[in-house]
């Protein structure tokens, strides 16, 4: 199993640029979550979707856009890049949207935006 | 505003010592606390999650301690080895309208077990 793919692994982009980063999971779970981890700040919740076409904003979503068209896939875009962007980016998928249900993450989008 | 405050930022421990995380939370509608566990250049895993109904689970040398009146939960690794060096992050969620596992995490600590 693959579980949850991330791509790409690594990704500069310059101001004002926009980008998709692409998550993928073949566990046929219905919640999925981005979220972004920086330095002292842990990891904060930016988008997450309860099951296909359907989606919500997290902690810090300004600036960011997802959708949901099919159950594996919850693409996050970046609009218009912006230094304060600059990030690790996981994408998180679980069995159910119950408390309790464990997150499964992927390995993470390293994004610089100079 | 930061709902899990997690202490310490970072930990250094000698190979068999004991690694203690400390973790505080402020929402009492809280009401499943997990640990995760990451190594570099890895997503976090699960390790050991804990309910308010309980005041201590334990799973091989990881110990979960709750303490429901302080609002207090902490992470104890007992016999610590160099390959138990990573980052730890608690974290908390609760029941929302919609029923999502909106789990909220803690600023994490960055453990280093010496040989």
Not at chain 2, 91 to 107: C, E, Q, V, Y
Request: aromatic letters at 10%; one cysteine or more.
């Amino acid at each position: 199993n693959a579980g949850v793919t991330q791509t790409p692994k690594f990704q500069v982009l310059k101001t004002g640029q926009s980008m998709t980063l692409q998550c993928a999971q073949d566990m046929n779970h219905e919640y999925m979550s981005w979220y972004r981890q920086d330095p002292g700040m842990g990891l904060r919740l930016i988008h997450y979707s309860v099951g296909a076409g359907i989606t919500d904003q997290g902690e810090v979503p300004n600036g960011y856009n997802v959708s949901r068209s099919t159950t594996e896939d919850f693409p996050l875009r970046l609009l218009s890049a912006a230094p304060s962007q600059t990030s690790v980016y996981f994408c998180a998928s679980s069995y159910s949207t119950g408390s309790g249900s464990p997150l499964h993450f992927g390995n993470g989008t390293r994004l610089t935006v100079t | 505003q930061q709902q899990v405050k997690q202490s310490p930022q970072s930990l250094i421990v000698q190979k068999g010592g004991i690694s203690i995380i400390n973790c505080a939370y402020e929402n009492t509608a809280f009401d499943y606390f997990p640990w995760y566990q990451q190594f570099p250049g890895k997503g976090p895993a699960l390790l050991i999650a804990i309910r308010p109904d309980v005041s201590e689970k334990k799973e091989g040398r990881f110990t979960i301690s709750f303490n429901k009146s302080a609002k207090q939960f902490s992470l104890h690794i007992m016999d610590s080895q160099p390959g138990d060096s990573a980052t730890y992050f608690c974290a908390a969620s609760r029941p929302h309208g919609g029923a999502t596992n909106k789990l909220i995490f803690g600023t994490g600590t960055l453990l280093a077990v010496q040989p």
